[in-house]
């Protein structure tokens, strides 16, 4: 199922996101969308937790969880969880215009990458209600420091809860430097701007099909 979004409504949404789109219905429904999937999915990840206790050691030797600091709603802080796919570093060397790190993640982590795997921990962000399944996707937060202050569109886009997958995730992949994470910005404002249940639901299916056929990084 592909999201059909031209670059002229894109465009055209970022010069004008000032106000969000969807109903106080929509919102409410897509919370406790959110709450629901995510307990669902709590036994799916305790699951995956004990086997990854069990395979890290051979597999990818260091801790179970990376935690990192990502921009949220209204650009405040909080701490993303993921399962580990690096070699045990806690600080992010690349800068916010550099190409995404690939030498440092283990192959068992490529595995976890590829498969989303890594991507189930948080859930447990959703259930703080930092996060939404669906939303822009949170950035590294001293990178996100410097979109805010590059990007005019980047701001923006921190009006709602950011989200494990989203538009721009779905359609663009994973942006690097200052022109990508533009693209993604504009994406995302579309995405804040035109949201409702038929967006919702499209981008759901989009993201299933995306874990499904392992596509992407």
């Known amino acids: 199922m592909t999201v059909y979004v031209s670059d002229r409504q894109i465009a055209k949404a970022s010069k004008v996101a000032t106000a969000i789109g969807g109903s106080p219905l929509f919102w409410a429904s897509k919370r406790c969308f959110d709450i629901v999937t995510s307990l669902l999915l709590l036994p799916l990840l305790a699951l995956f937790a004990i086997i990854l206790l069990v395979v890290n050691p051979f597999a990818n030797r260091g801790p179970l969880f990376f935690v990192q600091i990502r921009m949220g709603r209204d650009c405040r802080a909080f701490k993303a969880y993921k399962f580990r796919t690096m070699h045990g570093e806690k600080m992010v060397r690349r800068g916010p215009n550099d190409p995404i790190e690939s030498c440092g993640i283990t192959n068992f982590g490529k595995f976890l990458r590829k498969t989303r795997i890594d991507e189930l921990p948080q859930i447990l962000n959703v259930l703080q209600g930092k996060m939404s399944l669906i939303g822009p996707r949170p950035d590294f937060f001293t990178h996100a420091r410097a979109f805010v202050r590059a990007i005019p569109e980047y701001r923006d886009r921190h009006r709602i809860r950011p989200g ?5 995730q779905v359609e663009l992949g994973y942006a690097e430097g200052f ?5 993604k910005a504009q994406a995302d404002l579309y995405y804040i701007k035109n949201a409702g249940f038929l967006l919702e639901l499209r981008l759901i299916g989009k993201t299933i099909t995306t874990i499904l056929t392992k596509a992407g990084v």
Not at 164 to 168: D, E, F, T, V
Not at 179 to 183: F, G, K, L, Y
């Open 164 to 168: 494990i997958s989203g538009l721009a």
């Open 179 to 183: 022109a990508e994470t533009r693209t």
